[in-house]
Structures are given as structure tokens and as C-alpha cells.
């Protein structure tokens, strides 16, 4: 394990330098094809921003992936089979419809429902390739279910684009969307590596971590560049997949609960909207209704209530590790090891905001 770790740290800068490196080369190519975010009464930033910094993110991972791959080739011990080679090209298939898609988007600007179908499009791939959500535990009653098939390819499909339109929603101050993804993908790391996941899985987290953070030094208010939708809907796409290629082999029946508390924030702040939106539905406006961007998710409520947009993706980013840590405990240890670390956490915070330190 002691090479494989050292696989791991490399192909983890590998990532965060060719990103770090590739940020200033996006700037260029946002300029240059007029992939420029204006602002408006609804955004935060005040001047026009390069929108393709995603891009870099991608190139970056798909390096690092390809370095990872070599190692593993050459390594006779790690035995990677066609079902997991069939899986990868649906991962990488995928990745390239919605990033491809959502490059157009920053570019000309696309309907949300062309967007969706090319997200509904990579899932179908995916699934179809056999990456698919076939169990999954109730924590509080330690029970393991195994779903039907027709379930299967259901919850797979609405983890995969919930969690990509996730990133994308939340993607609304500098620094946000990319920093939840560089904390969930490091927890996820860990709880790959304490469930047994196979050795692949943790090779792609540690890719799109890298490229992640290193696209972040430029993104950090007052940000350079925006990560755009290109990059918003390839790190919430690649993150679904790899969360369900990392437990899909897995004996722990926890582990596939972890992702869903490292993704807490964007997740119920999605759910929330689809909510609120939901009660403006009058007549056939439904679909608009729930699609239509609003300035009512978390960020924009914490702005609200007087935090400056630092402080409030710095108490984003806690949250964030917060219910990370929860979720690796939750896959070390039981349920009420996790639940009595959330209530210390929680009486903490409430301490610390009475007494205003």
C-alpha cells in the first residue's frame, strides 16, 4: 500500500499543478470565444469575469487520470477488469457530453432544459456502462437494502443529476462551488480507503480534488476567473459518478450514506429551492417556475443577514468539513459516535454565537 500512497500524493499535484498552470490559458480562451459573465440584479460580482475556468479542471484531471492509469497499468497487483474499464469509458463519455454542452452554454448562453437532456444523456451512459446505486443503509436502524433493478437505474439517475445541478445552483460567490468540492472530495478520499473501495476509485477523487484546488487560488474573492458552468457541471457530474463507482464494490453498508453528508450543503440547498420555487407554481408555469434562478439559497441568505462574501463561503467551507468528518466517522466508527461528534460540533457553534467570539 506504501506505492499506492505515494501514487495517490503524486497524482494529487500532478492535478493541482496542471490546473494551478492552466487557469491563466482559460482566462485567455474565455476572452477570446466571449465566455464573459455580465453582471446582473441577481449576481454578486460587480464587473464582467472570464466564465471558462472549469476547463482547466478538466484538462487537469484528465492528466493526472492519465498519469494514475500508467501507474496502475504497470503495477501487476492492482487487477483492473473489462467490467471496470466498460465503467470508466462510461465515467469519461459522460463527462465529456456535459462539459461539451455546458461549454456552449457559458459561450452562447442554452435553455435550461438543454441542458438537463444532455445531463439525463450522460447518466443514461453511465448507467448503461454499470455504474449504479444498488444498495444503501437507513443509519439510525442498521438495515442493508438491496433495491430492485428498475430502482437501481432511478436513484442512480437522480443522484447523478441532482448532485451535478447541486454544484451548478450553489455555484454563486467566488470561491464556493470549487472549495465544497476540493472538502468533499479530500473526506471522500479517506472514506474510500477505510471501506475497502478499489484502488481506481481513489486514483479519479484525488484527480478531481487536485484540479479543483488548484483552480482555487484564482477563484478566492476577489476572484480572476469563474469556474463557469463548464466547471460547475463536470465537477458535480464526475463527483456523483466517482461516489458510486468508490462503493459500488464496497462491504460497508454505510459508505454509500457518506457522499450524501459530504454534499450536504449543496444538496439541501437544492432541495430547498426546488421547494420554495414550488409554492410560486400558478397554471402552466410549473416547470419555469422551479428553473428559474432566484436570490433565496444559503449564500445569498447569509449575505442577507450581514456576512461579506468571504465570510460567508468561509462558514460554507466549515459546514462543509463539518459534515465531512461526520461522514468518515460515520464509516470508521457506528451511527452514535457520528451523531454525539454533531452535537458537540453543534453546542460549539451555539456557544461560540451567544458568547460572540
Known amino acids: 500500500m506504501g506505492n499506492n500512497i505515494s501514487d495517490i500524493i503524486i497524482t494529487f499535484m500532478v492535478a493541482f499543478i496542471a490546473s494551478y498552470i492552466l487557469v ?51 503495477d501487476k497487483d492492482v487487477n483492473i477488469t473489462p467490467e471496470d474499464y466498460r465503467k470508466l469509458l462510461g465515467l469519461m463519455s459522460g463527462i465529456g ?26 447518466a443514461i451512459i453511465v448507467i448503461y456502462s454499470g455504474i449504479r446505486i444498488e444498495s444503501f443503509t437507513i443509519p439510525i436502524l442498521g438495515q442493508y437494502i438491496i433495491v430492485d433493478s428498475h430502482i437501481s ?37 479517506f472514506v474510500f480507503a477505510l471501506s475497502g473501495s478499489p484502488l481506481y476509485s481513489i486514483f479519479l477523487i ?3 480534488a487536485g484540479g479543483a484546488l488548484g ?23 464526475a463527483l456523483s459518478v466517482i ?29 430547498f429551492a426546488i421547494i420554495r420555487r414550488a409554492g410560486k407554481i400558478k397554471g402552466k408555469n410549473g416547470i419555469k417556475a422551479i428553473v428559474t434562478a432566484d436570490k433565496s439559497h444559503i449564500h445569498h441568505r447569509l449575505l442577507n443577514q450581514g456576512y461579506d462574501v468571504k465570510q ?15 461522514a468518515i466517522i460515520l464509516v470508521n466508527g457506528n451511527f452514535y459516535k457520528a451523531l454525539v461528534y454533531l452535537a458537540i460540533v453543534g453546542t460549539f457553534i451555539i456557544l461560540r454565537k451567544k458568547s460572540n467570539i
Do not use: C, E
Open 24 to 74: 491563466p490559458f482559460s482566462i485567455k480562451v474565455a476572452h477570446k470565444v466571449g465566455a464573459i459573465d455580465i453582471p446582473d440584479s441577481r449576481k454578486v460580482h460587480k464587473k464582467p469575469m472570464p466564465r471558462l475556468g472549469g476547463l482547466a479542471i478538466i484538462i487537469a484531471f484528465f492528466v493526472a487520470v492519465l498519469f494514475a492509469g500508467i501507474n496502475i497499468y504497470l
Open 97 to 122: 457530453i456535459v462539459s461539451l454542452v455546458a461549454f456552449i452554454d457559458d459561450v452562447k448562453g442554452l435553455k435550461a432544459g438543454i441542458k438537463f437532456v444532455s445531463q439525463a444523456i450522460a
Open 153 to 189: 437505474y432511478f436513484l442512480t439517475f437522480m443522484w447523478i443529476t441532482g448532485v451535478t445541478n447541486a454544484i451548478n445552483i450553489i455555484d454563486g460567490l467566488d470561491g464556493l462551488s470549487s472549495g465544497i468540492i476540493v472538502i468533499a472530495s479530500l473526506s471522500l478520499i
Open 206 to 208: 484525488t484527480a478531481l
Open 215 to 237: 483552480f482555487l487560488p484564482f477563484n478566492i474573492n476577489p476572484a480572476k476567473t469563474f469556474v463557469g458552468d463548464i466547471g460547475s457541471n463536470f465537477m458535480g457530474f
Open 243 to 271: 461516489s458510486i463507482m468508490g462503493v459500488a464494490k464496497t462491504y460497508t453498508a454505510i459508505v454509500l450514506i457518506a457522499p450524501v453528508f459530504a454534499l450536504a450543503i449543496p444538496i439541501f440547498d437544492t432541495l
Open 312 to 326: 460567508t463561503v468561509q462558514i460554507l467551507y466549515l459546514l462543509t468539513a463539518v459534515f465531512s468528518v461526520f
